[in-house]
């Protein structure tokens, strides 16, 4: 367990990965140094060959209760760091917040994001980004960014046009309302509901599930190919899944998991 400010982050020996944000006493709300060593563990895992999955996820019983609402009503205005807070040399208007949202959604680990509570304003963005979220029954996901006069910033608005669609992304974005767990659920915005006992165990079944039967370079290379669609037509779609493709069928690894399900065997990848 490695210990920053404002995260948590750990590894397992099969390659499971937490990012933990460590705040509690301010509810978890996200803060220009916060959001840096987010960026840096994302981008040290990203290139990390023994990174497998990411569990995002934050301690205490609040996901993340947003930027810093005091500050925002003493100057008026909503807050941004004096200078860019960027990475991987992303253009300025890719910077803080917007960078982490950014990065979780692009690098090649899937990401599974554990719900523990509140997700308010930015807080919506980190779970948006995160691509499996499994929510706790207590969780209620508030997007009230247009009830405090400012827009959606922080790349929740693409992230949620992505998941939810047109109609309902547009309701939710313009009553700013805040939904519970179960609306959440039905709304399509997270995939399960689980007990707050539970909650890192089934992020951790999942996980565990995707290290152990998908070949490292396939998880990479379907989690890009997904993201990839979502941007470009069917044509574009399938040219690009046609060569990647081309280079995960001659892998080692894919002639073990031929071999594995032939066997009736766990597999064991060596990522080449």
Known sequence: MKENKYITT???????????????????????????EIINVLTEYDTNDSVRVIIFSA?????????????MVQEGKALEPEEPITTNDLPEHISDIRAVTYLMRNIQKPIIGGINGAAVGSGIGLAA?????????????????????????????????????????????MTASTISAEEALKLGFINEITSEKN?????????EEIATYVPPLTAKDLKKSITHALE???????????????????TLDATEALDAYKEKRKPKWINQ
């Open 129 to 173: 980004a995160c691509d499996i979220r499994i929510a706790n029954e207590q969780s209620k996901f508030a997007w009230v960014f247009a009830r405090r006069g400012i827009l959606p910033d922080d790349g929740s608005l693409k992230l949620i046009l992505d998941i939810l669609g047109y109609p309902k992304t547009f309701q939710w974005a």
């Open 10 to 36: 750990h590894i397992s020996d099969i390659g499971i990965a937490e990012i933990l944000i460590n705040d509690p006493v301010n509810k978890n709300a996200v803060n220009f140094d916060m959001n840096q």
């Open 232 to 250: 470009n037509d069917l044509s574009s779609s399938m040219k690009k899944i046609y060569e990647l493709q081309k280079i995960n069928r001659e």
């Open 199 to 207: 909650l890192m165990k089934r992020c951790y079944e999942i996980a």
């Open 59 to 71: 301690v205490g019983d609040v996901f993340c209760g947003g930027g810093n609402i005091k500050k």
